[in-house]
């Protein structure tokens, strides 16, 4: 699986928009990037994934760049609930395996 | 749909002791993969079990194992515990093309 690179930390001010990116450079054809956050002490929570076309759910949006070496995951509307690690991860879509290589995620700070 | 049970949700054992945690994955998962999170390592997959068979195993010592159960429950054990293996472990369940996570097991070796 490829190796992603995130930024440690973010701040965000609540209610705006947070955009949290990930670089991805060494991607192959068949691997996703997928996006989970963990709040503290609680187990990791999918939030989106995707190939190659942005995508969006109720959570967030996902922009994934033409070259496919890096991505954006967008929270539109950040609130403090927001606050949380999250990991940028890269994989074969679906497979055969559950194994998932988390590195060391943004940890992003909803600010009232 | 009830999501990923992990029990106990806390543990504290002591050197040298053993311990066995416990998953229930997703109704209909027959996936599980088990993670440790510690501050220094951070998230570390452990093993996955699909149909009862161990698919992938992590870069662990032989102390830690796993089995699954016919209905797809799965449990880990940890032997001869150590103070480094104060951790917080996950597993994850998979039906599809996610993993979803239980809340975890905190366990603390003292």
Known sequence: DAKTTQPPSMDCAEGRAANLPCNHSTISGNEYVYWYRQIHSQGPQYIIHGLKNNETNEMASLIITEDRKSSTLILPHATLRDTAVYYCIVRNYGGATNKLIFGTGTLLAVQP | KAGVTQTPRYLIKTRGQQVT??????????????????????????????????????????????????????????????????????????GGTEAFFGQGTRLTVV
Not at chain 2, 39 to 45: E, N, S, T, Y
Not at chain 2, 50 to 71: A, D, I, M, Y
């Open chain 2, 21 to 94: 945690l416990s998953c229930s994955p997703i109704s209909g998962h027959r996936s599980v993969s088990w993670y440790q999170q510690t501050p220094g390592q951070g998230l570390q997959f452990l093993f996955e079990y699909f149909s009862e068979t161990q698919r992938n195993k992590g870069n662990f010592p032989g102390r830690f194992s796993g089995r699954q159960f016919s209905n797809s429950r799965s449990e880990m054990n940890v032997s001869t515990l150590e103070l480094g293996d104060s951790a917080l472990y996950l597993c994850a369940s998979k």
